[in-house]
């Protein structure tokens, strides 16, 4: 037995919405069996933006140690000199705003999808972390969820023969009446939207299989044809893409939608959320895409690999987010800056897919969040 101290990291949590809640959960939770024991997360401080009492009552939801600090500013926590890494869980607009001031002051930073509203927002805050040696990472945390990455390794041994396709979709019946205008999701001010919000999900997947495949010299931004529809707040409330990846020519296919469900009676009954087409069979994924619990390999009828029907299901304990921040951690610890999972030049090609796709589409948010201007006061 290892008696080894686990290595300890100093969270600070930037507003405290919804999923600043579950997230922060997440890092307490106590995973029993599963609890990682070289790494140790510690919560030592949150913020909202303009009210003590709102970050107390937050810190009290999720049960923080007595020792946690409230504050009710957003600047007073990024002063916060115990706060090792922060993070962002504000709207997509406010992003780059955020994790900028966090950099700037020498923090670790992890921050919610979309990782910005643009590439040239990612690019930048790259270029900072880059030179202040600071570790910085887009919090896309299906990517370390065991069953997604199982899913991964079966593709990547040639499990399913040489992939061509992948299908993917998160789609769900928004409560659009109920939300209303204002809510992040449709809310332009705030990068609202079908795409920055879930449809990264489905460009997670496609990227996670077609764009791995390719040699790393080879791997640069897919064609992009896409289509999306506007709700009558201007943001995209459906978003279609097919991504070919040359030089190869696989297709990723990448829907996300608002009106419509991938999963209408609950039950799975529609079938799956993703699906990864191989010459000798085909993985299909079980949504919802961003945490699924249950695969199926499914052969092509006489395979010659001798490929066998399975039928997979892994419970995720809580919400599964802690993953992400284990990977943070290991490599505060390990002195890296960037994950290999998630690094910073696939999020900005990821970045530049979305741009494209609002190029295409005619979606142009409004200036101040395209913006590389910083500090913008609205936005603090
Ligand atoms: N990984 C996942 O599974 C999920 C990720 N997300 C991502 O998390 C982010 C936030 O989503 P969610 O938690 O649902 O949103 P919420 O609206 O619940 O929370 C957002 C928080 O951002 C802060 N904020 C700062 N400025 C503004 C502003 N002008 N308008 C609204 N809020 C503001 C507020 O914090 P304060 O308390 O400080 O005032 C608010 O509590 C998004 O990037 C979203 O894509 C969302 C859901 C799931
Ligand atoms: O990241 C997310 O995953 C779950 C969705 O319900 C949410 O809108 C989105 O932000």
Redesign the pocket.
């Known amino acids: 037995m290892s008696t080894k101290e686990p290595f300890a990291l100093k969270w600070g949590i930037l507003?405290?919405?919804?999923?600043?809640t579950t997230f922060t959960k997440d890092l307490l939770l106590d995973r029993g069996a599963s609890q990682p024991t070289d790494i140790q997360h510690i919560v030592t401080a949150a913020?909202?933006?303009?009210s003590l009492s709102?970050a107390q009552t937050f810190l009290t939801t999720v049960k923080a140690p007595s020792s946690a600090i409230a504050y009710g500013s957003y600047a007073e926590l990024i002063a916060d000199k115990d706060v090792e890494i922060i993070y962002i869980?504000?709207?997509?607009s406010?992003h780059y705003q955020h994790a900028r001031a966090c950099l700037e002051a020498g923090k670790h930073v992890l921050c919610?999808?979309?990782f910005t509203v643009n590439a040239e927002q990612t690019k930048e805050l790259v270029k900072i972390a880059r030179a202040k040696g600071l570790f910085l990472m887009e919090?896309v945390?299906t990517r370390w969820i065991p069953l997604v990455r199982e899913v991964v390794g079966l593709v990547r041994s040639g499990k399913i023969g040489d992939v061509w396709r992948v299908i993917a979709d998160l789609s769900f019946q928004a409560p659009m009446r109920e939300l209303g205008n204002g809510n992040?999701l449709f809310n332009m001010d705030?990068a609202g939207g079908a795409m920055l919000?879930i449809g990264i999900y489905s460009i997670t997947w496609v990227f996670l299989i077609l764009y791995h495949a390719l040699p790393v010299e080879e791997r640069r931004k897919p064609v992009v044809a896409s289509s999306i529809t506007r709700f009558e707040t201007g943001s995209d409330e459906a978003c279609s893409i097919i991504m070919n990846f040359l030089p190869k020519g696989t297709h990723g296919v990448a829907m996300s939608h608002l009106r419509v469900s991938d999963n209408p009676d609950n039950k799975h009954t529609a079938g799956p959320a993703v699906r990864i087409q191989g010459t000798e069979g085909e993985i299909q994924v079980y949504g919802p895409s961003?945490r699924p619990e249950r695969y199926n390999i499914i052969p092509v009828e006489d395979n010659k690999t001798g490929l066998e029907f399975a039928d997979v299901t892994q419970e995720v304990q809580g919400r599964g987010?802690y993953w992400q921040a284990d990977e943070a951690a290991r490599c505060i610890r390990d002195g890296k800056q960037e994950s290999e999972d998630m690094s910073w030049e696939e999020s900005i090609v990821i970045m530049e897919v979305m741009d494209e796709v609002r190029r295409q589409g005619d979606m142009v948010y409004p200036d101040n969040i395209e913006s590389l201007e910083y500090p913008i006061s609205e936005l603090f």
């Open positions: 507003s405290c919405g919804n999923i600043s913020a909202t933006s303009n709102r869980g504000t709207p997509h406010h919610e999808k979309a919090a945390w992040r705030l919000d961003f987010m």
